[in-house]
RNA sequence: GGAGAGGUGGCUGAGUGGUCGAAAGCGGCGGUCUUGAAAACCGUUGAGGGUUUGUAGCCCUCCCAGGGUUCGAAUCCCUGCCUCUCCGCCA
């Protein structure tokens, strides 16, 4: 939720800044509510404080042995007119809440103007596109060959976007996390964090997934309003909601694998061959949280820690940074990381790291202390994929290929399979 | 799944209808003393929101959550959630 304070003081303001990424934000109907909020919540508190003080007066006159008759017959009404008055005000609370949660953040001043992904600037890359002097697979016709990764298995066992993998695939595919998990943790001082794979409305609601994208989510049956979760964000960042931090804990840094479910509503047709988009997908995620003038800074560190996967596999990638069209919900700034992978010839996303400014602290109470104001004010948060493991599965088998469709594994990966360098 | 106990401020814990946002202790912060520190002593110390130029003042809300009773609820009633103990089951 971006500030309810810009929207009273700055309202032309803000709606500029969202016109970016494409929203409009209709100031008219905003600045009504807000008028009304205010008249109604003045009149109710003002009634409120009147009965305080009249049903305190009540206590002490019969404390002293008055008759309170009187006394009571005055306030009779007041009563009804209190929860007439509160019923209003919650009324046009409701309204202007559910409108302000549809309100995206304000994107941060480097986010170019644009309309869609076409719009998205590259910022730099790293390493040059793989070339081969015979015609590259892609990770399907390599997998399938090689053996190991089983796509028709999988849409039998639950559906389309479900795939099995076995053997030297498999181990690639556990090897590829405990990789980024060891990185992270050994030279990126992340803590490595064990969470839920189903979480409740109230965390989905804290990291912005709820109420707007619900239809992204497998929701599940049963009395608890379960959600298996779209991405470990969701359980990691709701770590520290309703938490004031203290601030010699900050930054906290985590790192954190886990399964994500994603129900891939409105992609249909998109990437249906192979691993690219699953509804059930692995991902090594990273979140700081962070003091508020060190998001900036933290976003470029997070992203360098997730650039450190792809050079050290040896991956060839760009860094794109989002435009305004194309930029996440949630956050104020996004960049995205895109592998280059031979069987498309194409870069295309395996992260995506991102600053949400107070944007999630403040749906989710997430604060700090700080030592010179003394109290608690919003953390920022900070997140990005440390990486997508399938995804990474795939770039380094298209990478790595030879002209009989082997895979030559890279170094760093070496003391996690167990003696294998070569799928073949 | 069965039986019982309980959820109060950073922590422990008192409070069973009125002046309670809440005793006391611990912790934190500031000070006195000290070369410095400790001890001792004194003071101070919850969060959210509204109004307002205001980190001033005033006001509202919050004692797990949501309803209810009442002029008035931490305290009474209902529902839910969570925690603990014992038994059963289980990776």
Redesign the pocket.
Known sequence: MID??LI??DLDNVAKQLAKRGFVLDTARLSELEAK??SV??E???L??E??????S???A???GED?AP??AE??D??DR??AGEARL?EIQTVLDEMLQGVPNIPHADVPEGRDEADNVEIRRWGEATTFDFEPKDHVDLGVTLGGMDFETGSKITGSRFTVMSGAIARLHRALTQFMLDLHTGDHGYTETYVPYMVNADSLYGTGNLPKFAEDLFKLEG??EYYLIPTAEVPVTNIVRDV?IDADEMPRKFVCHTPCFRSEAGSYGKDTRGLIRQHQFEKVELVQVVKPQASDAALESLTNCAEQVLQRLGLPYRVVILCGGDIGFSSTKTYDLEVWLPGQQKYREISSCSNFGSFQARRM?A?W?NPE?????LVHTVNGSGLAVGRTLVAVMENYQDAEGRVHLPKVLHPYMGGVTVIE
Request: net charge positive; proline share 4%.
């Open positions: 309810p304070q009273r003081n909020r205010k919540q003045v109710t508190e003002a409120q404080a009965r305080n003080a009249r049903s305190k009540i206590g002490k019969k404390a002293s309170i006394l009571l306030v009779a007041m009563g209190l929860k919650a009395e608890q004031i109470q604060r202390r104001s003394k109290k608690p004010e």
